[in-house]
């Protein structure tokens, strides 16, 4: 009888060895990953019926570390920093920016106050909408497609792996809003004519590049400022150009051509090069597009109502392969965003700046 209970004794003791090393693994595991568990615990789905998802990260998760070890002048250089980060290099995080073909309009309403609208065009998304709120920066919310980082559109941020890896939104924006009020978005340009800058300087692809400002400026002025200390890189073998408009209602659009960034002041964006001059040159569609929102704007002598550019957007969003996967209207009198889905402009979702958590 002793020989048996010796043996019991001995089963809950190896018992109480394992259950002690699983917790302090799994102690461990949380104090390895806390940051990244903090992140993925807000994440949460939007919609019954749509993959549109929000996610919240305080702090800049590494992004000043990323400006400080030189930036990035790739997709894969961008992932193997976050690599190194989100997966502590258990597994890898890729990265491949997919290019946008959107619409982009900046006005002023009879009060002197900024309102922005933008679409963006493609074939099927997975978005993210991005609150983040840097320790020494502008709180802002930004929009991102998942399938740049998943490569699928299969994939859902709806178990821990795929949490993890949407994380690297913080990193692809597609466009976004700081509550400074500065608008900027990224928009495809479908003649080409993007080309590396290669100087001393640091380096940032476009959407990292769209971090920085959504991070550090509140005028397009300090937009400005701030790229032109960096080499711009395209993303996904993709020619760029990115609509920056503030507070004030200036509003440019920045290119990149020959080496250089070219500041075209312009209220309103499509898919083609503004500084060449050549309307035609990004296709019919962007044509097209691009003249009913100078035709919008123009009629209203660039005083236009919230409902005004939300109108000029349903009017250019795109049907059929190319469409348009989601819409945003920015005023700043009340620091809100407005997003419409898969064209649906029957069915709105407001998140505001200074609430984020709030989304309807």
């Not at 109480?16 to 693994?25: D, G, K, S």
């Not at 005028?219 to 711009?232: M, Q, V």
């Not at 407001?350 to 609430?355: P, T, V």
Request: charged share 20%; net charge negative.
């Amino acid at each position: 009888m002793k020989r048996n209970g010796r043996k019991k004794n001995m089963v809950w003791i190896v018992l109480i060895i394992v259950v002690v090393l699983v917790l302090l693994a799994a102690g461990g595991a949380w104090l390895a990953f806390r940051e990244e568990l903090a992140i993925t615990g807000s994440i949460r789905k939007e919609s019954e019926e749509l993959p549109v998802y929000y996610m919240e990260v305080n702090g800049d998760y590494h992004f000043q570390e990323f400006l400080e070890a030189g930036g990035a002048s790739s997709d894969d250089e961008v992932a193997a920093f976050l690599t190194q980060y989100i997966s502590k290099g258990f597994y890898s995080v890729e990265i491949e920016e997919s290019g946008p073909g959107c619409s982009v309009i900046s006005a002023m309403d009879e009060n002197g106050k900024h309102v922005w609208g933008r679409n963006f065009d493609w074939t099927e998304t997975v978005t993210v909408l991005v609150k983040c709120v840097p320790d020494d920066g502008y709180a802002s919310i930004s929009t991102c497609d998942l399938q740049n980082i998943t490569n699928s559109t299969e994939l859902r941020p709806d178990n821990l792996m795929n949490k993890m890896l949407t994380i690297a939104a913080l990193y692809v924006p597609m466009d976004g809003i700081n509550e400074a009020g500065l608008c900027v978005a990224d928009l495809e340009v479908n003649e080409g004519g993007m080309t590396d800058m290669d100087t001393d300087r640091p380096d940032l692809t476009m959407t990292t590049a769209t971090r920085l400002l959504l991070n550090q400026a509140a005028t397009a002025d300090e937009a400005i400022a701030l790229l032109e200390k960096y080499d711009i890189h395209a993303s996904g073998g993709i020619s760029h150009h990115l609509a920056v408009s503030d507070a004030t209602g200036k509003s440019v659009v920045l290119e990149f051509m020959d080496g250089k960034m070219i500041t075209v002041n312009a209220s309103c964006a499509t898919n083609f090069n503004l500084a060449k001059g050549d309307s035609s040159a990004g296709g019919e569609n962007a044509q097209k597009r691009y003249e009913e929102l100078c035709s919008a704007y123009e009629a209203n002598a660039g005083v236009m109502t919230r409902q005004q550019v939300t109108e000029v957007l349903r009017r250019t969003a795109q049907e059929g392969e190319w469409k348009t996967r989601w819409s945003m209207a920015y005023d700043q009198e009340t620091q809100s965003i407005s997003y419409w889905f898969d064209g649906d402009f029957g069915n709105e979702y407001q998140i505001s700046l200074e609430h984020a958590s709030a989304i309807y």
